[in-house]
């Protein structure tokens, strides 16, 4: 096997990944033959347009939907972090955190460092439908972090959030990743998210990978930066618009 | 551009072309004072109409052979309870309405479980409930009588089968409309099968739940009464049975104003139940 030839810091492994809906020898496939690996510790973002099959890609990683061919490995430790926050409304937010885990002092203890992490110390006992959707969704990430992930996944989770409190979240998330440096699989359809967070962007146009680059702008990444626009026209280009406004 | 605002901002209000109202007089039209709180204007309705119902009789535009009067009503209200002959019926009856109800929420739970929770257990609950759904309450009491003879046996299982069909029919679809998204959430961290069904499928049916609980309440009512035609010699029903034969008109009021208030007393059972369980659906939080 030439999984073995991987070295050892790898935590994603995935070869020949397809996955088609309804009937796969007839139906066109989502996606088609992937070949990505992520380091320990990387940031990749999988960026392309609706219907490319990123989100199915991410889903297949996080033991979502099992039904896809191909070779895939990846750590036991996993979190998602979905683009709305899905917590449970009938759960107190710190119970929420620990959803899924055995309710020990100590993991509340966890649950409550992740919250003070996600700067939401004072919400630990209120109900969810009293959260904005920011303060909702740093709450999905703290649930996700309180796992000590190995790999991360992330399916557009700022999707939903205004632009501004985006931003926040973009310094939250980096700030975290520094700290608990997972790998991290973003999907989104942001270009310039995907810049300024990212260590590697994949695009993924028709289920298949197009592009795959590092992103070697200097951080702290500025996006008046004359590489983060360099950058930023290539994959938009890859795919399939210029960014700029025809009058 | 700065000195176009300064100057707009600094002149004299400009002379309007049409009509402009202060929004604020419009508003206050909606928003009265409320004199009389809302708890004691939602009595207004029953005490005029019971007001109405004393004059007519009064001015004998009603005949007190087949309308009494309202103090004729209360009179013989305190002439049942006065002998104890009320206490001893309505006990009766609630014992029943109380083990059908306490069995037929068990049941309808147990049936909505095993059919929310697998195809399988839908294929052999489901179509079988929604027959029993169908068929009108009334039509199996032959059957049951045939069955389990005049005892409170019939009486109590026509209650528990109209309390477990209210309870299935709204736990069952509560159990499916719980939101996949969830669900998904949940397993993806770790959430075990049994802890899926009391973390996140029971809570997220319970607004169902008390929407069917509500109706088995109501429909548990409307069985007793269907239950205490048969042969019953204690019970509401009976004492119903009893002044139809005697033609006690006014002891058919008191007992048409106890229905009313036990079904008032279960709906507020339900609504407190309600403002207990599902204080997380509350937009603001209490503490």
Redesign the interface.
């Known amino acids: 096997m030439t999984v073995t030839e991987s070295p050892t810091d790898t935590v994603v492994i995935a070869r020949g990944v397809r996955k088609a809906f309804g009937d796969a020898r007839t139906n066109k496939p989502v996606i088609d033959g992937l070949n990505v690996e992520i380091r320990s510790g990387e940031f990749v973002a999988l960026l392309g347009r609706s219907g490319s099959g990123k989100s199915t890609f991410l889903r297949a990683l996080?033991?979502?939907d099992g039904d896809f061919e191909g070779y895939v490995r990846v750590p036991e430790r996993?979190?998602?972090v979905?683009q709305?926050p899905?917590l449970?409304?009938?759960?107190r937010v710190l119970t929420n955190v620990t959803?899924?885990?055995p309710a020990t002092a100590a993991v509340r203890e966890q649950a409550r460092a992740a919250l003070s992490e996600v700067n939401l110390t004072d919400k630990a006992?209120?109900?969810?439908?009293?959260l904005s959707g920011g303060e909702a969704q740093r709450v999905a990430l703290a649930?996700a972090l309180v796992?000590e992930p190995e790999l991360l996944l992330l399916d557009e989770p700022f999707g939903a959030l205004d632009a501004l409190t985006r931003i926040k979240m973009h310094a939250l998330l980096l700030a975290l990743c520094r700290k608990h440096k997972p790998a991290v699989l973003l999907v989104t359809h942001d270009v310039d998210e995907a810049i300024l967070l990212a260590d590697r962007v994949i695009v993924l146009t028709d289920g298949r990978i197009s592009l795959d680059v590092d992103v070697a702008v200097p951080k702290p990444r500025a996006r008046d930066s004359d590489e983060f626009a360099t950058l930023r026209r290539r994959l938009l280009a890859e795919l399939g618009v210029t960014g700029e406004i025809q009058l | 551009m700065a000195t176009v605002l300064s100057r707009v901002r600094t002149s004299a209000p400009i002379e309007p072309s049409t009509t402009l109202v202060d929004p604020r007089a419009l508003a206050e039209q909606r928003q009265r004072k409320q004199v009389v709180p809302r708890v004691l204007q939602r009595f207004l309705g029953p005490v005029l109409l019971v007001a109405l119902w004393q004059l007519l009789s009064s001015t004998g535009i009603f005949n007190a052979r087949t309308v009494p009067p309202p103090t004729k009503v209360v009179e013989a209200a305190i002439h049942l309870i006065a002998d104890g002959s009320l206490q001893e019926h309505l006990l009766t009856s609630l014992l029943r309405v109380g083990y059908g109800a306490a069995f037929g929420i068990a049941l309808g739970l147990i049936l909505a479980l095993v059919s929310g929770l697998s195809r399988v257990g839908e294929n052999f609950v489901d179509a079988n409930m929604e027959v029993l759904r169908a068929v009108p309450n009334f039509a199996l009491v032959p059957l049951l009588i045939v069955w389990f003879g005049i005892s409170e046996v019939p009486k109590i299982t026509l209650i528990t089968l109209a309390v477990a069909v209210a309870i299935y029919i709204n736990t069952f679809s509560a159990i499916r409309s719980v939101?996949a998204?969830?669900v998904?959430?949940?397993?993806?961290?770790?959430?075990g099968r049994a802890?899926l069904v009391y973390?996140?499928i029971l809570?997220?049916s319970?607004p169902g739940f008390l929407i069917g609980l509500r109706l088995a309440l109501t429909a548990s009512w409307l069985s007793l009464i269907f239950a205490e035609t048969i042969n019953a010699r204690k019970g509401l029903g009976r004492m119903m049975t009893d002044a139809r034969e005697y033609f006690q008109i006014d002891v058919v009021f008191v007992l048409i104003g106890v229905y009313a208030m036990l079904g008032l007393t279960s709906v507020l059972i339900v609504r407190f139940l309600e403002a207990r369980l599902l204080?997380?659906?509350?937009?603001?939080?209490g503490?």
């Open positions: 996080g033991a979502l996993r979190a998602v979905f709305d899905r449970l409304p009938w759960q959803l899924g885990l006992k209120v109900w969810p439908r009293t649930r796992r | 939101d998204g969830l998904e959430a949940a397993r993806s961290f770790g959430v802890e973390r996140v809570p997220g319970l204080t997380w659906r509350r937009a603001y939080d503490d």
